[in-house]
């Protein structure tokens, strides 16, 4: 396989990352993982404007043009022959001696990419998940799209070994999001999401099913969820780049309306098929 080190495309083998690199020692550092469908980067433009942001948010800077980063990444794809997966892309601060202030301008940021395996989750999406309810104990700057990630690790754990998919948080009484999705609720017709702030990554798939739900007159409401109207929802789901639009049956010990994907799901994963074939 072959990975994208700053602008050079080269053997994975032969790639190496500075042991002091402030992504390695501090978590400084932000990512995107982009999905790839039939050879194409799938939403290019909007992983590079939440890049480009939490860039801006870090105080940092793009080692390269935006231009140069996405040409790299398409020449990635074809080295690699990738027609479905996923790439992974990470900008840390760099490498310097230890410390926790910034390092001085002469210190170059570190671009790493590579592609990875990364199928559709066609069962599931049919199926539907389970998913566990856990307190989000994050930082309170979830919207920029970090490496400091162990509060959503935890929960992850916490789901796989309750055996449910995924972890939906909460906080104050209040749904937040899931430790690697954006989750919603249906009551009504009505789907209701967590809003845009700080205490949420507003994903990229989050982002084209309100575009498909503003296109398609499906209510929409950017509130967040009381943990007691989980018991009178109709339906759940939950969105990322990976899981696309995924019905969620079952919340902790809630089940979710008649314990099956509704037909409000059901519209926006045919919606989101509808996209990814435009691509």
Not at 60 to 68: G, I, T, V
Not at 98 to 120: G, I, K, N, W
């Amino acid at each position: 396989m072959f990975v994208l080190i700053n602008d050079k495309i080269e053997k994975r083998e032969n790639a190496k990352v500075d042991i002091e690199d402030r992504g390695y020692q501090f978590g400084d550092g932000v990512y995107e993982v982009i999905k790839v469908y039939n050879g194409k980067l799938f939403t290019l433009k909007e992983h590079m404007d939440r890049l480009e942001r939490s860039v801006f948010e870090m105080k940092m800077r793009l080692p390269f043009s935006r231009e140069e980063i996405e040409g790299k990444l398409k020449e990635l794809l074809r080295i690699n022959h990738v027609e479905e997966g996923a790439v992974y892309l990470q900008i840390t601060r760099g490498g310097s001696p230890r410390q926790h202030h910034f390092p001085d301008s002469t210190v170059l940021p570190m671009l790493t990419a590579y592609p990875f395996e990364c199928h559709r989750p066609k069962k599931l999406q049919q199926e539907g998940v389970e998913v566990t309810l856990t307190e989000d104990i994050r930082w309170k700057r979830c919207d920029i799209k970090s490496l400091n990630l162990l509060g959503n690790v935890l929960a992850k754990q916490e789901a796989k070994e309750a055996g449910k998919f995924e972890a939906v948080m909460h906080r104050d009484g209040g749904i937040s999001e899931g430790s690697s999705t954006n989750f919603y609720g249906v009551l009504d017709g009505n789907i209701f999401t967590h809003p845009v702030n700080n205490l949420i990554l507003n994903g990229i798939t989050r982002i084209k099913v309100v575009e498909l739900c503003r296109n398609e007159g499906i209510p929409l409401t950017e509130k967040a969820l009381k943990m007691e109207d989980l018991e009178k929802l109709d339906e759940a789901f939950i969105t990322s780049t990976t899981s696309e639009v995924l019905p969620v049956i079952k919340v902790g010990d809630t089940v979710i309306g008649e314990g099956v994907p509704g037909a409000v799901t059901r519209k926006l994963q045919k919606l989101f098929n509808q996209l990814i074939d435009q691509n």
